[in-house]
Nanobody
Framework: QVQLVESGGGLVQAGGSLRLSCAAS????????MGWYRQAPGKQRELVAT???????NYGDSMKGRVTISRDNSKNTVYLQMNSLKPEDTAVYYC???????WGQGTQVTVSS
């Protein structure tokens, strides 16, 4: 059974940085593309970034230029480095085995002004 567990969220001041992690188990991690999404209260879930099995990133418009997605296949982990955070980045951030029904439980990111 595929399990995705996010960590690294928290409360940060505007302009600050956070690095989210998503640890995968029960899957052949290295052959799967992975993604990060976010959902703010009252809004639809939106793409933040994806990364192919080969490590090529793709970024959504919402945080482009302020985030970097990366992966460590030896640790079955995908990361999301977020910089220059804004209050509007406040959301629950979810990890996804891209294109599948497998999602993590989410990690809350709150950015204070």
């Amino acid at each position: 059974q595929v399990q995705l567990v996010e960590s690294g969220g928290g409360l940060v001041q505007a302009g600050g940085s956070l690095r989210l992690s998503c640890a995968a188990s029960g899957t052949i991690f290295s052959i799967n593309a992975m993604g990060w999404y976010r959902q703010a209260p009252g809004k639809q879930r939106e793409l933040v970034a994806t990364i192919t099995s080969g490590g090529s990133p793709n970024y959504g418009d919402s945080m482009k230029g302020r985030v970097t997605i990366s992966r460590d296949n030896s640790k079955n982990t995908v990361y999301l480095q977020m910089n220059s955070l804004k209050p509007e980045d406040t959301a629950v951030y979810y990890c996804n085995q891209h294109g599948t029904r497998y999602w993590g439980q989410g990690t809350q990111v709150t950015v204070s002004s």
